[in-house]
């Protein structure tokens, strides 16, 4: 069976909303994933077979967007693929799952992205990309989809954006009156470029340990893994945030106190599209108006539910009048 993170009846307690009746705005990169899976990564000049090679749409926004679509919310995707093959099929697949793609730019003479994903016997991946300037999301784009974000009851931002694009995202759905969720994956090349971020202006930050550490720079002393959450909080000004550890759980700040949730025991076939179970799922369930301590144990039954399957995309659980028996 699929995880059961909602009510299958979505019957909204006092306070609360259906996750039918919420609006998404996911940001980010919609590409196509690579997935290479070897029994080790291979060394410089080493010739290794690999078990499988194949193809599949990707980015973690992408994930994001179809993660939440499959839970029942309204979504439209923010970003750019090529006005070719790859960038058609990705289109395509989104639209499958009932994604909004009408503000993705179809941009001609561009090459759709492509990332290496290489997914070891164990389960975990280790992922290779990079968006050439004229694949990206640009200010332009974000002020083009102002439409989409003015009907958005929140917006999924990550960093698979240039740092004035991020900017330009966080302002614009925080001016629109979205809640601002932020996954600040992959981590930016210049960390110190995050310090001028809007960090005010975003309600919710989902970091993993390293991306966290990332954030934070050298400055700090060591927290400790669970001290991550709230030292954030406090350096940049973030009412709330919630560090995955993997394995360990996640440790969650808000409201001036860190709580640790366990993580349900889950057996690796690919850990590729885990983190964006987890938010997109957290995003749906504390946009709909689901307390902290149902949303983040529900958050992880997602993550578990992916790590358990193999692909990215594919890997979102899927939801059909409640959670159907198979993945995406």
């Not at 060394?43 to 193809?55: K, P, Q, V, Y």
């Not at 909080?233 to 440790?251: F, H, M, P, Y």
């Not at 692909?311 to 409640?322: A, E, F, I, L, Q």
Request: glycine letters at 10%.
């Amino acid at each position: 069976m699929g995880p059961d993170v909602t009510d299958p009846q979505h019957r909204p307690a006092a306070g609360r909303r259906r996750i039918e009746d919420l609006r998404f705005v996911v940001i980010g990169a919609y590409v196509v994933d690579c997935f290479v899976r070897v029994p080790r990564l291979p060394a410089w000049g080493e010739e290794l077979e690999a078990r499988s090679i194949r193809t599949s749409p990707g980015g973690k926004a992408l994930n994001q967007a179809v993660a939440l679509s499959r839970l029942g919310a309204q979504v439209t995707a923010v970003g750019a693929v090529g006005l070719d093959g790859p960038g058609q099929d990705v289109l395509a697949a989104l639209a499958r799952d009932g994604v909004d793609v009408g503000f993705i730019e179809s941009r001609p003479k561009v090459a759709t992205t492509v990332c290496l994903c290489f997914v070891g016997d164990d389960g975990e991946s280790s992922i290779v990309w990079h968006i050439d300037d004229d694949a990206a999301v640009t200010p332009e784009t974000m002020r083009a989809a102002s439409s989409a974000l003015q009907r958005a009851d929140a917006a999924l931002i990550t960093f698979e954006l240039p740092v004035p694009a991020i900017r330009e995202a966080i302002g614009a759905a925080h001016r629109c009156g979205a809640r601002v969720i932020l996954q600040p994956a992959p981590v930016l090349a210049d960390h110190g470029s995050a310090k001028s971020l809007p960090w005010s202006d975003v309600d919710l930050l989902v970091p993993n340990e390293a991306e966290a550490r990332a954030l934070l720079g050298d400055t700090q002393a060591d927290p400790g893994a669970d001290g991550l959450a709230s030292t954030l909080a406090a350096e940049l000004g973030v009412g709330a945030v919630v560090v995955t550890l993997g394995a360990a759980g996640c440790a969650a700040h808000t409201a001036g106190t860190t709580r640790h949730y366990p993580a349900p025991q889950a057996e690796a076939v690919d850990t590729t599209g885990a983190s964006d179970a987890f938010t997109a799922t957290l995003a749906a369930l504390i946009t709909a108006g689901t307390p902290e301590d149902k949303a983040i144990p529900a958050a992880h039954t997602a993550a578990a539910w992916a790590i358990g399957h193999p692909g990215g995309y594919m890997s979102m659980p899927r939801w059909v009048d409640g959670p159907a028996a198979k993945p995406g």
